[in-house]
Every structure is written in structure tokens, then in C-alpha cells.
């Protein structure tokens, strides 16, 4: 009995996690569901991850002023959703959130999201709610303001079922040839979950 228990169990820890493309990697069952409140600077009005149940969430820490991963990596999840094709694609949200929001004020914020596609939701959360989401998840981030101003941050995307449980993180979307169609394969079997 236990001999058979011995060869079944690494056949179950493979049933728990999917096959990815190389730039995906595996996190279920190591961090924890998606949970969290901060504003939604689109409405004002505070959110919790409950607000996203049925979506598969895509969370990503930056901030607007960043001027290349940030902005390299929101458009590479564009690029990847067109590859997932519409229907999958409606399925996602992409949570922005601001590492900086004493620059990223709800308007900036707002503006900013926009211009990579109406399902990126502006997130800002007060000093202790966004040192706990980062906290949560392991993000590392820092914001100095002098002698120059700098902001840096950890550039993982985090992927949640539509249940709010974590699949995978997308690590590298802000490099010059991102696996797209990898990517987007990979979200699309968690969009059809």
C-alpha cells in the first residue's frame, strides 16, 4: 500500500500544475488567493478582489512615469490578448498597481490605463494597503525621493483564475521578443477554466 501511494504521489503533484511555455511559471498552491482593497481611480470607489470573481486577473505592479518596463509590459499583454482572440480575451482584467501614487494621482492614473485598452483598471491604495498586497505576493518596489526622485519595482505579472486563485506568473513581458503566443495560449486555458 504504501509503495503504491509512493509511485501515485509525483503523478499528483504533476496533475497540479499545467504545462507552460518557458516564460510562465507555475505558482499554484504557492502563493496565496487573490485578495486585497484599494480604489479604482476609473470610479472612485473602493474595490476588493471579490469585485473581479469571473475574470481571470492579470495583476501588475508600476507606476506611470516608469519609462520602459511599465509601459513595454502593458503593451505586450495587449499583444498577448489579441493573440488569445476576443472571446478569451473579454475574460481578462488587468490590475495596475501604483507604486507611486504620490505622482499617480486618479486622473494621471486614469489616463495612463487607458491607453492600453479599456479592461486595465487603475488600482491606488493607501501606504498600508499597498505594503500588504506587495507583501502578499513578495513584490519588491521602493519610491526615494531625493536627491532624485527614483522609483523601482519587481515587473512580475500575476495571473488569477476566475476564482481568484493563482495559476502562474507571466516573468519578462518588458523584453525586446516576449513569447507571446505562449503566453497567450497558456492564459487562454485558464480563461477557459
Known sequence: MLRRLLLLSPLALTACQRKLCAQDVGVRGLIPPLSF???DVNTGKRVTA??????????????TN????CPATLYNMQRVQAAMGSKAAARVKILFVTVDPNRDTPPLLTQYTA???ANVVGLRGTPNQLYSLARRYRVVFSVVKKPIYTVTHSAAVYVFNAKGKPEFIIAGLSTVKP?????ARD???????
Do not use: H, N, W
Not at 50 to 57: E, I, M, N, P, W
Not at 179 to 183: P, Q, T, V
Not at 187 to 193: D, G, Y
Open 37 to 39: 482593497t484599494m480604489t
Open 179 to 183: 513569447d507571446i503566443r505562449g503566453i
Open 50 to 63: 471579490a469585485d473581479f470573481k469571473g475574470s481571470v486577473v492579470l495583476l501588475y505592479f508600476g507606476y
Open 115 to 117: 491607453l492600453f485598452g
Open 187 to 193: 492564459l487562454r486555458q485558464v480563461a477557459s477554466e
Open 66 to 69: 516608469c519609462p520602459d518596463v
